[in-house]
C-alpha cells in the first residue's frame, strides 16, 4: 500500500492506446507501462483523465489494471494508482474496492462533479470512501468539476486517515504555497507547467501528463531540485516548457496521443468520442516541435 511517506516525485498518468476501430491497444498499452516504468518515475496511474476515464468500460479498466500490474511487479516496484473518482459515493466505492481487488496501492478520487455537493457532502463523500480500505489521493480541479473546495474543507480531508496526499490542480500559485505548508500531507503539482513553482512552494512531486514524453528529464527536474540544485532543475524544466505548453494546447489527452503515436511508442493517436484529435493546425506546431527537438 502507498502511504503519505512514499508519496512523492514523478508520477505518471498513463494515456489508454486504442486501436484504430477504438479497442483497448494492450500491446500498446504494456508496452508504454515498460518504457515508463523504466525511465525511474516514481508511480503510475491508470484511469485518470489522460487515461480518458469518462469513456472507459469496467472490464476494460480491469485489463488495464492487471496488464499494469504485471508489468510492475516483472520490472520495478513503484506504486500503481488507479482513479476511481465519480459524481456518485457508491460508484466511487465500488470501482475503490475493485482496484484494491486487483492490486492497486492507491487511489486517485477527483471531488463530485456536476451535481456540484456542498462543503459538507463532500467532507462526507471522502468520509465514506474509508470502507474501501485502500489509500486515498485527493484530487481537486475545479475547472473540470465545477467545484472550489475551500482551504478548511481540503484541511479536514486531509485529516483522514485513510486520505494521504493531495493531487492539487487549481493552478493558484498561492494556493499550493498555502497548503503545502500548512498540512503534514504531501501535495503533488497536477498543473504541468507549474511543476518546478510547485517543488519551490513546497509539493512533494507532480502528477505530470506530459512525462508520458520524456519521462526521465521530468525525474530528473525533481531529483535535482531534491538534491539542491535549484537552478539547474529551473534550466531544464524551462526546456520542457514547449512540450509541456504544445501538449495543453488543445484538450488532452489529444495532443499527447498525437505525439506518442508520432514517436511510435503507441500506435494510433485514436481517442474515443466526444474527445476527437488534435487540429490541423496542432498538427503543424507539432511538427515544427519534432523537428526541433523543442
Request: glycine share 6%; hydrophobic share 40%.
Amino acid at each position: 500500500m502507498l502511504t503519505e511517506d512514499t508519496l512523492h516525485g514523478v508520477m505518471v498518468p498513463i494515456v489508454t492506446p486504442f486501436d484504430h476501430r477504438g479497442n483497448l491497444d494492450m500491446k500498446s498499452f504494456e508496452e508504454l507501462v515498460q518504457s515508463l516504468v523504466s525511465r525511474g518515475i516514481h508511480g503510475l496511474i491508470i484511469n485518470g483523465t489522460t487515461g480518458e476515464s469518462p469513456v472507459i468500460e469496467s472490464h476494460e479498466l480491469e485489463s488495464l489494471i492487471v496488464s499494469a500490474r504485471k508489468a510492475i511487479a516483472a520490472s520495478y516496484n513503484i506504486p500503481l494508482i488507479v482513479g476511481t473518482g465519480s459524481n456518485s459515493t457508491l460508484a466511487t466505492m465500488k470501482r475503490t474496492e475493485q482496484a484494491k481487488s486487483l492490486g492497486a496501492d492507491a487511489a486517485l478520487v477527483v471531488t463530485p462533479y456536476y451535481n456540484r455537493p456542498s462543503q459538507q457532502g463532500i467532507i462526507r463523500h471522502f468520509q465514506a470512501l474509508a470502507e474501501a480500505d485502500l489509500p486515498i489521493i485527493l484530487y481537486d480541479i475545479p475547472h473540470r468539476t465545477g467545484v472550489s473546495l475551500t482551504v478548511e474543507t481540503v484541511k479536514n480531508i486531509m485529516k483522514m486517515d485513510h486520505v494521504i496526499g493531495l493531487k492539487e490542480s487549481t493552478g493558484n500559485i498561492q494556493r499550493i504555497f498555502k497548503l503545502a505548508r500548512s498540512m503534514s500531507k504531501p501535495l503533488l503539482c497536477g498543473e504541468d507547467a507549474l511543476f518546478f513553482a510547485s517543488l519551490c512552494c513546497g509539493a512533494k512531486g507532480g502528477i505530470l501528463a506530459s512525462a508520458n514524453l520524456d519521462s526521465d528529464q521530468f525525474v530528473q527536474v525533481y531529483e535535482l531540485f531534491r538534491a539542491g540544485k535549484i537552478e539547474e532543475s529551473n534550466e531544464l524544466f524551462n526546456q520542457l516548457l514547449p512540450l509541456v505548453e504544445f501538449l495543453f494546447s488543445e484538450p488532452n489527452p489529444a495532443p499527447l496521443k498525437w505525439l506518442l503515436a508520432q514517436r511510435g511508442y503507441i500506435r494510433s493517436d485514436r481517442l474515443r468520442l466526444p474527445m476527437t484529435t488534435i487540429s490541423m493546425e496542432a498538427t503543424r506546431i507539432g511538427t515544427q516541435l519534432v523537428q526541433t527537438n523543442y
